[in-house]
C-alpha cells in the first residue's frame, strides 16, 4: 500500500521561498500521477499543482502558476514542490496525492481522481 509523508512546511514572510517534500513508500510510485492540493479550513480543497508519471507534464493552477515549480524523483521515490515569491493567501494545509492507476493520463485537477493522501504540512505567510 502506497504511503505518502510531507514535510518542510513553516511559517514565513511574504515574498520567501519554501520547498515541500512528499516521500513515497510501497506501491509502483514511478508509474503515478502526482499532485499537490492546499485547504484552508471551512473550504474546499484546492488543485496546486500535478505532474505526470513520466515528469515530462506538468500542470498548475493560475494562482500558482510562475511561482511555484513542481518536480519528482522517481528514483528517490519523492515529489517536491518549490514555492517562490510567497503571498498571504497561499496560508494552507497543502497534501501531496496519487492517483494509483499506472500511466494515467486524464484529468488531473479534481481530487476524487486521487485516492492515496498525505496527512498534510502547514504552510503560513505572514504580510
Known amino acids: 500500500q502506497l504511503q505518502l509523508v510531507e514535510s518542510g512546511g513553516g511559517s514565513v514572510q511574504a515574498g520567501d521561498s519554501l520547498r515541500l517534500t512528499c516521500a513515497a513508500s510501497?506501491?509502483?510510485?514511478?508509474?503515478?500521477?502526482m499532485g499537490w492540493f492546499r485547504q484552508v479550513p471551512g473550504k474546499e480543497r484546492e488543485f496546486v499543482a500535478s505532474i505526470n508519471w513520466t515528469g515530462g507534464s506538468t500542470y498548475y493552477a493560475n494562482s500558482v502558476r510562475g511561482r511555484f515549480t513542481i518536480s519528482r524523483d522517481n528514483a528517490q521515490n519523492t515529489v517536491d514542490l518549490q514555492m517562490n515569491s510567497l503571498k498571504p493567501e497561499d496560508t494552507a494545509v497543502y497534501s501531496c496525492?496519487?492517483?494509483?492507476?499506472?500511466?494515467?493520463?486524464?484529468?488531473?485537477?479534481?481530487?476524487?481522481?486521487?485516492?492515496?493522501w498525505g496527512q498534510g504540512t502547514q504552510v503560513t505567510v505572514s504580510s
Open positions: 510501497g506501491g509502483t510510485f514511478s508509474t503515478y500521477l
Open positions: 496525492a496519487a492517483n494509483t492507476n499506472p500511466y494515467y493520463s486524464g484529468s488531473y485537477f479534481n481530487p476524487d481522481l486521487y485516492r492515496i
